[in-house]
């Protein structure tokens, strides 16, 4: 089993350029970054640019890790997070149609007013609507979350996404149509007779 202090001796030989080294950091932490990555973007072909990416910094930069600072792990999960991140900020990103929903737009509020079995009944809604969105386009996802999580109105999204007007207003209505079925055949909204959406 790889220990902290084997990753350590490994980024410390990669400052010397040893080609074993690395390519036993790599082996012993890939799988692990690209599922960071992965779980950031959500789309795996980005996820390998990314660790790629990160292990090019690592390569070229090794002496900049301080061991006083984080272990090993936590080093190279920054370089590779704020790689993703920086990803997901690009307008290259933005238009290939994945933007992801930050969690603080998504999460239901921690209200102690309310009862616990309302506070369950909302977290499961909640964990139905991120499998319903999930289940959307691209477009439909990214249009359908500008618009009701951060109040943009399709004028707005349209130019936040590049995109002809008459394609946002599509993707919005299509997505809501899908997103609402979904959600009916889930037993959440009026249709259903269940809890309202």
């Known amino acids: 089993m790889t220990t902290q202090e084997d990753l350590a001796r490994w980024?410390?030989?990669?400052?010397?350029q040893d080609r074993e080294a690395f390519e036993r950091l790599y082996r012993a932490t890939a799988d692990h970054l690209l599922g960071l990555?992965?779980?950031v973007l959500h789309r795996r072909e980005w996820a390998e640019e990314v660790l790629q990416e990160a292990f090019m910094n690592v390569w070229y930069g090794a002496q900049g890790y301080n061991p006083q600072i984080a272990s090993p792990m936590t080093w190279l999960?920054?370089?590779v997070r704020n790689k993703a991140i920086d990803r997901l900020r690009s307008g290259r990103a933005l238009r290939e149609a994945s933007v992801e929903l930050d969690d603080e737009a998504m999460n239901v509020a921690d209200d102690a007013a309310l009862p616990p079995e309302r506070q369950l009944d909302d977290s499961l809604t909640k964990?139905?609507?991120d499998r319903c969105m999930s289940q959307l386009a691209g477009q439909q996802r990214q249009a359908i979350a500008l618009a009701y999580y951060r109040g943009l109105v399709h004028a707005e999204i349209a130019e936040a996404l590049g995109a002809p007007l008459g394609s946002v207003k599509t993707w919005v209505r299509r997505g809501v149509?899908?997103?609402?079925?979904?959600?009916?055949?889930?037993g959440i909204g009026p249709a259903a007779g269940g809890r309202a959406a």
Do not use: P, S, T
């Open 11 to 16: 980024i410390a030989r990669v400052v010397l």
């Open 77 to 79: 999960i920054n370089i």
């Open 37 to 39: 990555a992965i779980g």
């Open 177 to 186: 149509d899908r997103l609402r079925g979904c959600l009916e055949a889930a």
């Open 127 to 129: 964990a139905q609507v």
